[in-house]
């Protein structure tokens, strides 16, 4: 599954990106670009940190986008911010809030 891509252009996955959290798209040097965004990406309980980059700004954005979007695994907001913490799904339309676990077997250890 694409997730959007083939019908979304770059300025559309960045206004989804920044849906849900604030991004921006820095240049390290000319031909150097990579989007920065306060997510992480959720994987066996663990939280991983990907980044998007592209030669173009385009590139980068569609990078990030496949990377966070298209990854299919829970994406977290706020990770270490408390009760700010969020976690989204990209449904192929749009982001969708999901429940979350821990791993405890407490069941007021699930965050909504």
């Known amino acids: 599954m ?3 891509a083939p019908t979304m252009n ?3 996955k960045m206004a989804a990106l920044d ?3 604030e991004c921006s798209l820095k240049m390290r040097k000319p ?4 989007v920065d965004q306060n997510t992480e990406i959720k994987r066996a309980g663990i939280l991983h940190g990907e980044y998007g980059n592209g030669s173009t700004p385009q590139e980068a954005i569609d ?3 496949r990377l966070i979007a298209e990854s ?3 994406i977290v907001t706020n990770a270490y911010g408390g ?3 969020k976690v989204h799904k990209w449904n192929g339309y749009m982001w969708e809030r ?7 077997t407490d069941p007021e250890d699930i965050r909504s």
């Open 63 to 65: 990078d990030h986008f």
């Open 72 to 74: 299919g695994e829970p």
């Open 83 to 85: 009760p700010r913490r």
């Open 98 to 104: 999901v429940r979350e676990t821990t791993g405890r």
């Open 19 to 21: 849906a849900i959290a």
């Open 10 to 12: 770059s300025d559309q």
């Open 31 to 34: 031909g150097d670009w990579y």
């Open 2 to 4: 694409t997730y959007g």
